[in-house]
């Protein structure tokens, strides 16, 4: 039975224009759309990927983009904020680079010892840059990114989560998934998960008068836990259900499989597969250049395509 997850696979988010989105993320934050394909379960939306150069686990954040949707409302039993590692001396670069396209941005903040800025992105997702780390390789970014090297960001820091109550959801992140306790500042409780570079930090507020969230544009819609094989993914469905807590059977994602349960504070947690990756229908060159479909929706590619809007990743020269 594993005893821990063994840190962040993804982060999955509602937007509304696609097109703002992919110019958001990959012209402002220097991420790599890695996968364009769509909403298994709805395919007349897009389901965007967006992470590292070939868009390892633990870098990616993904988005279903719903054109015509109004703005969500934030509140309890969400994630209220992703955050994204950077090498600390990037941080008058990033000041300066954000606010030449216009994004307005609070801080630098300190926290647990380190520093952040925040941003929302488009349609109000709030996003956290950390300064932090020093050990994280470069060699896995991006070539094409607007971002140097030096200053890009490495992979997901982690998320804070908004409850209502925390004990319920840290009893099953520390005695069900493995995390760790890592101290407290006010009202934020943190806990770790992963090891070395790929160590992330999961934060909870506690806002007990605060109504719960309602979903849509900028609210982020679920988190992805790491496993690295289907037999250990079997297991933790078990150790699931053992919780008490109910889980859905094995989804075929074509990227990764896919178990999910919402936690005790009703956040939509997933398990996934690191395995086959982004690279098993695109060669890392061609990530993110044609519209992928799963083989049992392929038949209805011609339907598909008139639907969906036109998106298309700017040609971004790298400054260096």
Known sequence: MPAAVTGIHHVTALA?????????????????????????DAPDVYHLYFGDEVGHAGTILTFFPFPEASRGKRGTGEVSAVAFLVPPPSLDFWAEHLSRHGVRFDGPIPRFGEQFVSLEDPDG????????????????????????????????????????????????????????????????LRYNVGEGAAESAIDI??????????????????????????????????????A??????????????????????????????????????????????????????EPGRARIERVLPPVIVRDIRPRR
């Open 16 to 40: 509304s224009d696609p097109q703002k989105n992919v110019d958001f993320y990959t012209g402002v934050l220097g991420l790599r759309l890695v996968k364009k394909t769509v909403n298994f």
């Open 125 to 188: 997702m709030n996003i956290e840059l950390v300064f932090s780390g020093g050990g994280e390789t470069a060699d896995r970014l991006w070539e094409g990114s607007a971002i140097p090297r030096v200053s890009a960001i490495r992979r997901i820091a982690g998320v804070t989560l908004l409850l209502r109550d925390s004990g319920p959801t840290a009893e099953l992140l520390t005695g069900t998934l493995g995390l760790r306790a890592a101290g407290r500042e006010g009202e934020r």
């Open 205 to 242: 507020l506690t806002s007990p008068g605060t109504p719960p969230g309602s979903q849509s544009a900028g609210s982020v819609h679920h988190i992805a836990w790491r496993t690295p094989t289907g037999e250990e993914q079997r297991e933790w469905r078990g150790k699931i259900l053992e």
């Open 244 to 297: 008490g807590l109910p889980v859905t059977e094995v989804v075929d994602r074509s990227y990764f499989q896919s178990i999910y349960f919402r936690e005790p504070g009703e956040v939509l947690f997933e398990i996934a597969t690191d395995p086959p990756g982004f690279t098993v229908d695109e060669t890392p060159a061609e990530l993110g250049s044609h519209l992928k479909l799963p083989p049992w929706l």
